[in-house]
């Protein structure tokens, strides 16, 4: 398994390929590569993704087959069936790196400031869960200047989610802990923005405020 540092490495230059629209597809996703991982596999990276179509992980960052163990849930919000799965990864599969990322203009981000500024009763109880997951780390903002600027707030909205969600993970998991502390697990946060297909690794990389 390749260490966490290289594995982000590998992500950086996929999804500088797909920016640039230098797709290596091909090889990724034959009949060779398929049949070398009936016996096994070994995803270099977990993805905790949102389910919005616009941000399939594999092809922002140009992977195929066996590379990716993704999981994709609205809001990239982390409850204990997710917890479960990148727990797996982790201490089954040895995968070493875990993503957690966000995108920009994020529905289930802004369905959740919708509901702080505008509560209203008749929302499903299983879309309300989601939204409690995501209002602990987007309800301080409300209380800023942000309040008053739409677009702003949901930028940072999304941000604090995905740092929410990847301290969760860092500290909600004796087994993540242990792996962290021991094993050279790295947990860190990412956007992806809708308009440039860019991703920022902006959270547990290092070097950021
Ligand atoms: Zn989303």
Known sequence: MIPARQA????KDGNRRFVTGRLDLGAAA????RSELVEGQEPFAVILGCSDSRVPAEIVFDQGLGDLFVIRVAGNIVAPS?????EFAADKLGTRLVVVMGHSG???VQATLDELERPSASRSPNLHSIVERIRPSVEPLLE???KTDRPALVHHAVRANV???????????EVLERLIDTDGLLV???EY?????????????????
Not at 8 to 11: D, G, H, S, T
Not at 30 to 33: F, K, M, T, V, Y
Not at 163 to 173: E, K, T
């Open 8 to 11: 982000l490495e590998r992500l």
């Open 144 to 146: 800023t200047e942000l």
């Open 82 to 86: 997710l917890v479960g799965s990148v």
């Open 163 to 173: 740092r929410a969600s990847a301290n969760h993970l860092r500290h909600g998991s």
């Open 30 to 33: 034959d009949e060779a590569r």
């Open 106 to 108: 994020c529905g289930a």
């Open 193 to 209: 923005s809708l308009e440039t297909g860019e991703v920022d690794f902006f959270d547990g990389v290092g070097g950021e405020a």
């Open 188 to 190: 860190v946060g990412a």
